[in-house]
């Protein structure tokens, strides 16, 4: 025989230390449509085909291996895969590129443009300078210095939403032109002296102007791009926001009751 279950049952104590719930972050792209935007991919498009094809006139015109180790050309590759992965995204609506690598491409086609006006095709400038090139090296060299980072900067400026960069961007921006400084030194090491462009820039140039005087260019520019690239996150920063999303939570809050 079984005890009769009481009618009323004391409430229980609560336990100490329950369970608590954990903070749930919500993706944006769970309250943000996604937004297509066709007429940003189509002009990223024509800037990447404008870098892609002065790359390839100029493999095709000149020897591979040296057109490939410099600069412009190598910052003009870069700005072609990124701007052909960004218009896809932009057409697509999905998630862009990360904001870090478009800087540094952006970042590293200008600085390839005002080397090539202010220090290489200056004629008045401190360096040697080559002879203008013509035919299609000069439809390339337009292309390359001139159109194609205009595009990058109307792109940036007008495509892109702002107050993205961070300052610490600049410093590991600087990795490539280091390593590019590296390279080119060392390519000048392993090619036999008196070979033609065996330094492709005046002021890297260890046979005419020694180490010393290379690497006091070299700290010159570096300092330089960092101001740059200082001078980029700032302006990313007070530039007004071209790109606007209207958020979508779901539900739609109703008046207030009384």
Do not use: C
């Amino acid at each position: 025989m079984t005890a009769p279950i009481p009618r009323d049952i004391p409430d229980l104590p609560a336990l100490p230390g329950g369970p608590t719930l954990l903070p749930s972050p919500v993706p944006a792209t769970a309250v943000v449509t996604p937004v297509r935007r066709p007429l940003t991919a189509i002009f990223r498009l024509l800037t990447a085909a404008a870098a892609a094809t002065a790359v390839t006139v100029e493999l095709l015109l000149g020897s591979p291996a040296q057109v490939l180790s410099q600069f412009s050309i190598q910052s003009g590759i870069l700005l072609t895969l990124v701007m052909t992965i960004a218009a896809r995204r932009a057409w697509t609506a999905h998630r862009p590129l990360p904001d870090a690598l478009t800087g540094a491409t952006l970042l590293y086609v200008v600085v390839a443009a005002l080397v090539h006006h202010l220090l290489v095709a200056n004629p008045s400038g401190p360096f040697t300078t080559p002879p203008p090139p013509t035919g299609w090296h000069a439809v390339t060299n337009q292309l390359l210095h001139t159109a194609v980072p205009i595009a990058a900067l109307v792109n940036w400026l007008l495509l892109t939403p702002s107050g993205r960069l961070h300052l610490r961007h600049a410093a590991s921006w600087l990795l490539y032109p280091l390593a590019y400084l590296g390279f080119s030194l060392a390519r000048g090491e392993l090619l036999v002296p008196g070979t033609p462009n065996r330094y492709l820039y005046g002021f890297l140039d260890v046979d005419a102007d020694g180490y010393k005087s290379v690497l006091a260019n070299a700290l010159l520019l570096g300092l330089g791009i960092y101001a740059l690239a200082v001078l980029l996150i700032t302006l990313d920063h007070i530039r007004p926001n071209p790109v606007h999303h209207r958020a979508k939570t779901g539900f739609r809050l109703g008046p207030p009751v009384g």
